[in-house]
T-cell receptor
């Protein structure tokens, strides 16, 4: 039930854009996005609750396609601080478990 | 401030020893989750408490693992007869109904190294 993310890794120059995809073979009831810096715990970025929902700030946003069981995270005009591993995640039907995606390592270089 | 304190932050133990980790949420949360994260992987669900009741356990939680939440507040995770494969970051996540809208706030974790 673990969502699959693509790409596995990406290297960007400062100012470039990136898209991280998250797809599931099972229904997605909601999608969370987290970022984890090396040696630290994951930090919550945003949650999408409804199909078709788009959310975020100017430079980090996400969309959720419930029918396709997919979500995408968009990072625009990347900054060095965006470096880290990004995880999508989704709760089980009961909400008692939460499944993190396979992860995408993002490195922003000057 | 993550709203949850985990102790110890780091633990190095010899194979075969028992270890215990503690998670203290700062405020009241009826739900509490434990996750394990190995290097390069995403966090994996271990177990879930609602108040003091342990309602769900992952198959990852072998009989060497036991978790408790005696008063519905803090929680402990014990690993008996540790193995090298137990080396990982153990993360505690308090939660409640609002987590579905506000996401999970992870504790800083306990990094276990079994040598």
């Amino acid at each position: 039930q673990q969502p699959v993310q693509s790409p596995q890794a990406v290297i960007l120059r400062e100012g470039e854009d990136a898209v991280i995809n998250c797809s599931s073979s099972k229904a997605l009831y909601s999608v969370h996005w987290y970022r984890q810096k090396h040696g630290e715990a994951p930090v919550f970025l945003m949650i999408l609750l409804k199909g078709g929902e788009q959310k975020g700030h100017e430079k980090i946003s996400a969309s959720f396609n419930e029918k396709k069981q997919q979500s995408s995270l968009y990072l625009t005009a990347s900054q060095l601080s965006y470096s880290g591993t990004y995880f999508c995640g989704t709760p089980s039907l009961t909400g008692n478990q939460f499944y993190f995606g396979t992860g995408t390592s993002l490195t922003v270089i000057p | 401030d993550t709203g949850v304190s985990q102790n110890p932050r780091h633990k190095i133990t010899k194979r075969g020893q028992n270890v215990t980790f503690r998670c203290d949420p700062i405020s009241e949360h009826n739900r509490l989750y434990w996750y394990r994260q190995t290097l390069g992987q995403g966090p994996e669900f271990l177990t879930y408490f609602q108040n003091e009741a342990q309602l769900e356990k992952s198959r990852l939680l072998s009989d060497r693992f036991s978790a408790e939440r005696p008063k519905g507040s803090f929680s402990t995770l014990e690993i008996q007869r540790t193995e090298q494969g137990d080396s990982a970051m153990y993360l505690c996540v308090p939660g409640g109904r609002r987590v579905t809208n506000y996401g999970y706030t992870f504790g800083s974790g306990t990094r276990l190294t079994v040598v």
